[in-house]
């Protein structure tokens, strides 16, 4: 038989493969929240102005209230054949209910109807995601005040470069992530328009308010073109890539961490909570948790391209294509929620070995920097001699397989004779850190400065 809700011009329902290839009901009913809250909205305008009857907007408003507790209750007979969130709620509305439900679509079609469904779902993802995000920055900003002292070195290359602090590695994580919370601010501005009203695409005959939907769905106001309104998806688009820009940040600090766990490094201890082991090497200590996170930022940036792809050949206004937008956008969300959760437990459980972070810090000639800056402060030697002053104290040193303060002063003098022992004061780890005090350098009260900072403004 034809389709309850638009088969009034076909005399046969769809084939079964038309069915599986045009049914989103598997995915979309995640939208049934967003569906229901849009449906009240539209109802409580058409009475306002007078388009539907005060009794007819009652009956709806009971019917849906009756539907979300039977969705909530895992007791609602999704029904493929009704494609779609949309059609199953609508159709169920009208079985409860009767004529009043039969009423509810004037004014609106389905194309103004997702565009606004998945609009009030990324929003409300945004705002999940945001305060997540949050809980990760306070994570990191406790890790880095604990640590504001601690040295470590830090790697250009992965190779040794200069020494930093634990501290200020953990803040440069909070730096980026606060870019990525802003950008979902941004992204959550720009949206925030309601595109209900636009129905198919030319707007609609009735005096449809819908100036009052927006309000009431707490918009900042409607959209302003109703093709635009039904066609476009840039800020499903926009949302996908902050949650890609996100998750690699989020891979960025997996990758640390799988590197720093290594025993070869040994830098940093996770908890058993954040930690699988092997199946046949009892040994075994393996980070899981980060090797996901780092392999889960695939995906979504997969679903950006894919989404910017699915877009590129639509000309105006809906296609069925556009019904490819949302998988990408829930399976991005759901599991950037994971990786957050996960970069949040694995930060507060992580313990640091500071006596090993130090003495690597030392390690690799890594205040080679220092001794050079010294040449040119206290001999007033040029930066490009001095460099390679040192370039020749760093080879003589691994010659002698010792570090550049295991090196005489004699030796030191056969290279430059106008070093004195006053160098030595500049070659150690803590020396090195506590002088890189320029603006959002690494010194511990740099550091200590601003994870106050931060404190206070996550507070
Ligand atoms: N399930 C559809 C989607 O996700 C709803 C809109 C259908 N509109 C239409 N004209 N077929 O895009």
């Known amino acids: 038989s034809s389709n309850s809700q638009w088969g009034g011009r076909f005399a046969a329902g769809p084939s079964a493969i038309m069915q599986a290839i045009n049914a989103s009901i598997g ?64 159709a169920r509305l009208t079985a409860s209910i009767g004529e009043a439900g ?56 992965l190779q040794p470069a200069q020494p930093v602090t634990f501290g200020h590695h953990m803040l440069a994580y909070v730096e980026m992530l606060s870019r990525d919370l802003s950008r979902l601010a941004d992204c959550r501005r720009r949206m925030n328009e309601s595109p209900l009203g636009a129905a198919a695409l030319a707007g609609t005959g009735f005096p449809v308010d819908r100036h009052m939907t927006a309000a009431a769905l707490g918009f900042d106001g409607p959209t302003r073109n109703s093709l635009d309104s039904v066609a476009s998806r840039d800020f499903a688009a926009e949302f996908l890539f902050c949650c890609a820009m996100c ?64 877009l590129k050949g639509l000309a105006l206004t809906y296609f069925k294509d556009m019904q490819e937008d949302k998988e990408g956008v829930f399976d991005a969300a759901e599991n950037l929620t994971l990786c957050l959760a996960a970069v949040g437990g694995m930060v507060r459980d992580m313990q640091p070995d500071v006596a090993r972070l130090q003495q690597a810090a030392g390690a690799g000639f890594s205040t080679a920097t220092d001794l050079a800056d010294w040449l040119v402060r206290e001999l007033k030697m040029p930066f490009r001699d001095a460099h390679h002053v040192t370039g020749r104290l760093v080879a003589r040193a691994e010659a002698h397989g010792c570090d550049l303060a295991g ?39 740099n550091v200590r400065r601003m994870a106050a900072e931060w404190q206070e403004r996550l507070a």
């Open 27 to 90: 995915f979309d009913r995640k939208m049934w929240r967003q569906d229901i809250q849009g449906s009240l909205a539209h109802a409580a305008m058409l009475a306002h102005v007078g388009i539907i009857s005060a009794a007819d907007e009652a009956a709806i408003r009971e019917g849906l209230g009756d539907i979300a507790r039977r969705i909530e209750a895992g007791d609602f007979p999704w029904d493929e054949a009704l494609e779609d969130i949309h059609m199953n709620i609508e």
């Open 102 to 157: 039969k009423r509810l679509h004037t004014g609106r079609s389905r194309n103004d109807q997702v565009a606004l469904d998945v609009r009030l779902w990324v929003r409300d993802a945004i705002d999940g995601l945001s305060a997540q995000v949050e809980d990760v920055m306070r994570a990191l900003v406790a890790k880095a005040a604990q640590h504001a002292g601690t040295t470590m070195p830090g790697f250009t290359h």
């Open 247 to 310: 998750a690699t940040h989020l891979s960025r600090f997996a990758e640390e961490v799988v590197i720093w766990t290594n025993p070869y490094f040994g830098f940093v201890k996770l908890s058993d909570a954040f930690t699988t082991g092997s199946s046949i090497m009892p040994q075994k200590r393996n980070p899981d948790a980060a090797e996901l996170v780092r392999g889960k930022t695939g995906r979504m940036t997969g679903a950006l391209v894919g989404l910017l792809t699915v």
């Open 407 to 445: 090196l005489t002063l004699a030796e030191l003098q056969a290279e430059e004779p106008g070093i004195t022992e006053a160098l030595y004061g500049v070659l150690t780890v803590e020396a090195s850190v506590a002088s890189r005090t320029s603006y959002g350098g690494t010194s511990p009260e």
